[in-house]
């Protein structure tokens, strides 16, 4: 099995500000929105080198999209950023009708999505966001793994055309993704090659499902590790091909198990190919306070829950 090492660590929020401020030195259209929260998103250096570029929008989010829409009506190419609660729960109204329904060239970039938020606790641990992105006709939802892709999904978001919302987070990570490796929505990136089961996982529990995968080997089992990265639209090619040859899938995501990841896998399972399924994800409950490190492992988004799930569905066969 293709064994995969950290190249070091470093937050996905990171590489959404180092892909905007690339986009910024390559495509004059590209500008930058933001709900007070520049830090946070790591515009910083965008912002620095381009300021006319850049739209503070205070703690409007509503507004901010709104001024997206007509940015994006004009010709630009809007990065609107905020944390993934305000970015999707609180203007779910005018991201359906200004962005979706109108098909404007929006790009939503959400960070300190997820249960790794952390400390900040339930109220803003978003987990239901791509659930809700993903049912919008005309959305396109990406989810990267690391500072490497994520940098690379922001530049191909900016080529896209149409709606995009791009989700990241907030906590140091492992980089494993190769910085040169190509990026294309709606195409899965198979990690491993196995036969046993496959993975597919996307956000920070790929590299959860990578380990995962080192320890089943060590059991006998063969695992398919997938980064389904673009959750729509969603490499149903790739999917039907590896579970052909497996018979047996574990969905990995931090998410809720309703609407996420696991949920689109199943779906085309069940209309294409039927096969065992078990799901990683948060099971209808909201989070907590608490480290990331401890939120993972209390609420089962671990590599032992990987394993596990893995030793279940193949039982299943």
């Known amino acids: 099995m293709k064994k ?4 070091g660590n470093k937050d996905t929020r990171s590489g959404f500000g180092a892909g905007l401020y ?3 030195k390559t495509n004059p259209n590209v500008v930058a929105l933001c709900a007070d929260l520049i830090g946070s ?9 381009h300021p006319e570029r850049f739209f503070q929008a205070g703690i409007a989010e509503a507004n901010m999209i709104g001024v997206s829409a007509g940015l994006a009506v004009s010709g630009k190419i809007p990065f609107a950023g905020t944390f993934a609660a305000f970015a999707t729960g609180r203007v779910y109204d005018q991201i359906r009708q200004s962005v979706a329904y109108s098909n404007t060239n929006v790009k939503i970039a959400a960070s300190h999505a997820g249960l790794t938020l952390g400390e900040d606790g339930a109220t803003h641990q ?7 992105m993903k049912m919008l006709p005309n959305m396109t939802v990406i989810n990267p793994c690391d500072y490497n892709q994520t940098k ?19 906590p140091v990570v492992p980089i494993f993704i190769p910085e040169d490796q190509e990026f ?6 198979q990690l491993t090659e196995g036969t046993d089961v496959t993975i597919f996982a996307t956000g920070h529990l790929v590299w959860k499902a990578l380990q995962a995968a080192e320890v089943l080997e060590q059991k006998g089992i063969s695992a398919e590790v997938i980064n389904i990265h673009t959750i729509k639209p969603l ?12 018979r047996a899938v574990v969905t990995a995501e931090e998410h809720f198990m309703n609407g996420g990841l696991g949920d689109s896998v199943a779906q085309v399972l069940a209309r294409k190919h039927p096969a065992p399924l078990e799901m990683v994800a948060v099971n209808d409950t909201f989070g907590e306070s608490g480290t990331p490190e401890q939120l993972m492992v209390k609420y089962g988004l671990d590599t032992p829950n990987i394993v596990e799930a893995v030793q279940k569905v193949i039982a299943r066969k």
Do not use: C, H, Q
Not at 235 to 246: N, P
């Open 126 to 132: 978003m987990m239901e966001d791509l659930g809700l």
């Open 235 to 246: 490499d149903e090619e790739a999917i039907l091909r590896s579970v052909s040859k497996t």
């Open 184 to 189: 294309v929505i709606g195409k899965a990136l």
């Open 41 to 49: 998103l790591k515009m910083d250096d965008f912002i620095k080198e």
């Open 4 to 7: 995969f090492v950290s190249l």
């Open 22 to 24: 690339e986009l910024g």
């Open 152 to 170: 690379a999904a922001t530049i191909a978001a900016a080529a896209w055309n149409g709606p995009v919302y791009l989700r990241f987070g907030r």
